[in-house]
Structure formats: structure tokens, C-alpha cells
């Protein structure tokens, strides 16, 4: 219960004269990104999205790289609705739209109402979130959101306590939920040295995954000092590759390296006949219809022959 006077937690909803009060359409952040930078890798390859971001959190977590939005008040800021972001995004000829940067479901409202409006107009539409939701406001937006990046921060609920003021088991609730529901997922683990890197903690989650879906793409991001763990080291690129052999060894079929430069980090490798079935770059990837090119493997893709983003692609010998 939020005390009359005062905002909640996420330093967004506030109680007004008794009455539970969100700002509606406030723009923090508006950019134009490669849907590859969420990062999805089996969604709309390629295409650009409009990434779209607000105030607030519901989580506190000390390597918050965007903490200059999501743990402050909301301040005065561009107020927009859910036309005009529907709007922007096919004047930019982007294919959907991004709520990300900070955390989407702290203005769920618009974000549902964004997501219905973009649906009416051609576009998809993109939620990089914690995951940190109760089932029935999740089970509702999965209706309206077509993919999903969640964070698993840790596979440890004392992580979750200790370096995020949360717990995990509605993060791996979220997960499951949109999986059961078919939504395109993809997951993000940033691997924080000397605190969530531990074989066995790998080990577990990679296998929470496979239990769940071993086709799931897990994208294990380098950690690089930040916000209130200004003090740790970058993650070593050593540490990245253990993560993604492990992930491999305990069945996972898509595995990826983020933040990281690295020679193969993005590629996608199908998992029948072990070749480069997508070569990435950055953000740059190699055109894909979803099958593999050499073997005619299924990757677990969302493509769209319509989706005009040549562009952005280019070709290998």
C-alpha cells in the first residue's frame, strides 16, 4: 500500500488524494535502434525498431546501467501517446517498436495501449523487461506483446536480495509464462565477476532454460563497472566463454556473447549440422529466411519476407 502523499517504490505510481496515480505517455529516451541492440537475434532480423523509454523501476539493482532513468523521480519530459509513437515509427520505416531502457512495466498502462495501437498499424512490438511482474498483469500483456528479452540477473535469490532490493522467483515465473503462452522469448545473463559466474550457478540456470525450452536464445552479456559496482572488474572474456560452453554442454541450442568484441560472439551456429548458419557483426547480420543454408535446419527465427531492411543486411563469400 502506497501511503497517501507518496510514490511507490518504482518512483512512478504515486497515491494522490487516495486515488493510485501514473504519468501516462512521459518520454524519457526515443531512439531508432537495430532490433539485434535488445538483444533479439531470432525476431525480425535486421529491421530497425523505434525504442521507446519512460521513468522508474521496480528493481534496485547496483549495476543499473541506465540508473540516471530508472532510479530517479519522474521529472518533466515529453509527453506523447500511443498514435504519435506509432506514427514516428513508420515515418522512421522502422518494423515495431522497443519499450526498453528502463523498466517497460512501470508504465504499463501506455505500454498495452502503445502495444494495441502498433497492432492496428502493421508494427510489432518489442518488451526488454526484468521480468519482475505478477502472473495476471504478465499473463495480460502477453496478449499485446509479440517478444519478450528478459533479464535473469542471477539464478540466486540472494543475488536478487542482495544486489537488486527483489527475488527471482517471479522473474523465472515470467519466463515460463510467456513461454507456455508462445511468445517469442529471447534472455539476457550478465555475468558479473566473482558474484554470479560460478559453474554450478550456470550450470543451473542453463538447465532451468533447457527444461523450459532448449531452443530459447540466451544472449551471456560482459559486465563493465557501473553505477554502484564502479569497484568490479569487466568481465573477462574467458569467463563469457566458459558461460556459453557450458550453456552449449547442458543442451542449449542458441547461445550468444553481449558487450563484448569478439569473433564469433553473435553468431548463430545451427544446431544440426554445427555450421555458421548467421554471421553477425555488431549489430550487422547476415541475411537469413530462418533456415539454415546449409543444411535447411529450422532456427527458431520470426521472420518477415516483407520486412524491408536490405539495408542492413550484407552478404559473406
Not at 501517446?81 to 498502462?109: D, H, M, Q, V
Request: aromatic residues 12%.
Amino acid at each position: 500500500m502506497i501511503p497517501r502523499g507518496k510514490s511507490g517504490r518504482c518512483k512512478v505510481r504515486s497515491n494522490k488524494h487516495s486515488v493510485l496515480e501514473t504519468p501516462y505517455g512521459n518520454l524519457s529516451s526515443a531512439h531508432v535502434d537495430p532490433v539485434e541492440k535488445k538483444p533479439l537475434f531470432h525476431f525480425h532480423p535486421s529491421t530497425y525498431v523505434y525504442s521507446i523509454g519512460g521513468w522508474g523501476c521496480n528493481l534496485s539493482c547496483k549495476n543499473c546501467q541506465n540508473y540516471q532513468i530508472s532510479q530517479v523521480w519522474v521529472v518533466n519530459s515529453a509527453v506523447t501517446s500511443p498514435e504519435e509513437i506509432c506514427k514516428r515509427a513508420l515515418s522512421k520505416k522502422c518494423g515495431g517498436i522497443a519499450f526498453t531502457y528502463n523498466e517497460p512495466t512501470t508504465w504499463y498502462e501506455f505500454m498495452e495501449d502503445t502495444a494495441a495501437e502498433a497492432r492496428k498499424n502493421g508494427l510489432y512490438t518489442v518488451c526488454v523487461t526484468n521480468g519482475y511482474i505478477q502472473k495476471e498483469p504478465m499473463s495480460e500483456l502477453l496478449e499485446y506483446i509479440d517478444a519478450f528479452n528478459i533479464d535473469v540477473k542471477s539464478f540466486s535469490d540472494q543475488f536478487y536480495q542482495k544486489y537488486c532490493g527483489g527475488t527471482l522467483k517471479p522473474v523465472l515465473e515470467s519466463v515460463e509464462l510467456a513461454a507456455e503462452h508462445k511468445n517469442h522469448i529471447e534472455l539476457t545473463y550478465l555475468v558479473i565477476p566473482g558474484i554470479n559466474d560460478s559453474h554450478e550457478e550456470l550450470e543451473a540456470f542453463s538447465n532451468w532454460v533447457r527444461s523450459i525450452n532448449e531452443r530459447i536464445p540466451v544472449h551471456f552479456n560482459a559486465f563493465h563497472p557501473c553505477f554502484e559496482l564502479r569497484h568490479l572488474d569487466s568481465t573477462p572474456i574467458s569467463t563469457l566463454l566458459n558461460a556459453r560452453q557450458i550453456g552449449y554442454d547442458q543442451g542449449l541450442k542458441y547461445v550468444y556473447l553481449g558487450n563484448v568484441n569478439y569473433p564469433s560472439a553473435g553468431d548463430t551456429v545451427c544446431p544440426r549440422c554445427g555450421r555458421v548458419a548467421v554471421r553477425r557483426v555488431s549489430t550487422r547480420a547476415q541475411k537469413t529466411d530462418g533456415i539454415c543454408r546449409f543444411c535447411n535446419e529450422e532456427l527458431n527465427m520470426v521472420v518477415n519476407p516483407k520486412d524491408n531492411t536490405s539495408v542492413r543486411f550484407w552478404e559473406y563469400e
